[in-house]
């Protein structure tokens, strides 16, 4: 049983391998170059690494045929908030700039870079797999849906994309890809050679500390003066890390998903803004301010908000 004071250490070290990355910033220590590495690494070898030895590790194949229906935990819930976010933003009548900016940071979370470090450092290895399925569901809509979002808040425009190729760089990206060789491997019961997985292991050893220097370093970039309650930010923070974990745990009760699995879901649920927001609204022309703030704004709020899921999930 992970306790209130467990949950505020495993949050507290989190934020402070983010302030190693915040700190090596402000010193000169870090740059875009290091950055653009630390990202691609991550991204493409250790959360692969990382897939393959969490799903190898700790499932086995009888689970497989549960966790598709499981899956659809992630989809339908982003999707209701997507509903409610569309909706706020009606409400709060924000200007175009920041209308699509608002509701890509509140209907979706930071399942990579941030969920998979947390829910690592509270639940262990053994919330990989679950973690992998919401990230499968939620890149799904991060790929398609914010990008869209985003493109509509900007000023530049660009040329849409077909809908076989978007779905084909979904399904092309390493962590996916991961995805699809673990359990592949975990249907066909074959187990790669032991160096193989020991190699695997290492790699994935690094995707917690190298995800949060990343995202410390990002709150470096994006500045503390950025952090600003503008119009639309609260509501945003209210989605982000209150109604859409509440909106997911009402599903796991739906879809009959419970155990570890449930409290790894909402957690994923309850996460800050996808770092990739902030990017993407400068690349397009929109509101980069307003997408910084509510990024280092939802990133300081789950210091409070997970520990007490936490106390609520045990």
């Known amino acids: 049983m992970v306790t209130f004071f467990n949950a505020v250490s495993a949050v507290f070290m989190i934020f402070s391998i983010m302030a190693v990355g915040y700190l090596m910033g402000r010193a000169g220590w870090m740059t875009g170059t290091e950055k653009k590495f630390i990202s691609r690494f ?89 973690v992998m399925m919401y990230y499968m569901g939620s890149t799904i809509y991060t790929q ?27 399904f092309t990206k390493p962590p996916v890809l991961g995805l699809i060789a673990a359990f592949t491997l975990l249907a066909l019961d074959v187990r790669p050679p032991q160096i193989f997985m020991s190699f695997a292991k290492y790699m994935s050893n690094t995707v917690t500390p190298l995800a949060l220097m990343y995202c410390g ?21 209210l989605i982000r890390l209150i109604i859409a974990p509440a909106i997911c745990a009402g599903l796991c009760v739906l879809f009959g998903v419970h155990g570890l699995n449930r409290s790894v879901f909402i957690i994923e649920a309850a996460l800050p ?42």
């Open 144 to 170: 398609t849906v914010a990008v869209m979002l985003c493109k509509n808040a900007g000023e530049m425009s660009s040329e849409k994309k077909k809908w076989s190729t978007v779905v084909k760089d979904i």
């Open 217 to 237: 370093f990002i709150v470096y970039e994006l500045g503390i003066r950025n952090i600003r309650l503008e119009r639309g930010i609260p509501m945003m923070l």
């Open 42 to 130: 991550v991204v493409n070898i250790a959360v692969p690494m990382n897939c393959i030895t969490g799903v190898l590790q700790n499932l086995k194949r009888d689970a497989m045929l549960e966790m598709g229906t499981q899956l659809l935990v992630p989809v339908v819930g982003i999707f209701i908030c997507l509903v409610l976010s569309d909706l706020a933003a009606r409400w709060l009548k924000l200007p175009k700039k920041r209308y699509g900016i608002f509701i890509a940071m509140a209907f979706i979370s930071n399942t990579l870079f941030i969920g998979l470090p947390i829910a690592n450092e509270l639940f262990g290895d053994v919330s990989i797999p679950y």
């Open 273 to 314: 803004v996808v770092s990739q927001i902030t990017v993407m609204a400068g690349n397009y022309g929109a509101d980069e301010k307003y997408a910084a703030a509510g990024s280092v704004l939802s990133m300081l709020g789950i210091f409070i908000t997970v520990p007490i899921l936490m106390v609520i999930l045990t």
